[in-house]
Nanobody
Framework: QVQLVESGGGLVQPGGSLRLSCVAS????????MGWFRQAPGKERELVATITAAGRINQPDSVKGRFTISRDNAKNTVYLQMNNLKPEDTAVYYC????????????WGPGTQVTVSS
């Protein structure tokens, strides 16, 4: 089993920045890809960014240029630097992880709330 714990969420004004962190523990050797998803009220969960152990990044155009994902394999930690935040970025942000053999993410953190409001 793998445990994921997120931190760094909070309230920020539009145009502001936040950095989320997610630390993995447990059977971390089974993990290849880690990433971030978000879910806003009344909406489906959506991809924010993912990164493989080798550093390959996948993210939608909606956050490119504003959100940057990075990973410290020595610390078993993945980060999400979010800049120029907009009210529509308000959501619960979830850290997720999976092995290279899986197509679906099977490990999830409890989530951290990000609220962008003036």
């Amino acid at each position: 089993q793998v445990q994921l714990v997120e931190s760094g969420g909070g309230l920020v004004q539009p145009g502001g920045s936040l950095r989320l962190s997610c630390v993995a523990s447990g059977n971390i050797f089974s993990i290849n890809t880690m990433g971030w998803f978000r879910q806003a009220p009344g909406k489906e969960r959506e991809l924010v960014a993912t990164i493989t152990a080798a550093g390959r990044i996948n993210q939608p155009d909606s956050v490119k240029g504003r959100f940057t994902i990075s990973r410290d394999n020595a610390k078993n930690t993945v980060y999400l630097q979010m800049n120029n935040l907009k009210p529509e970025d308000t959501a619960v942000y979830y850290c997720a992880a999976k092995s290279a053999l899986r197509s679906a993410y099977n490990y999830w953190g409890p989530g951290t709330q990000v609220t962008v409001s003036s």
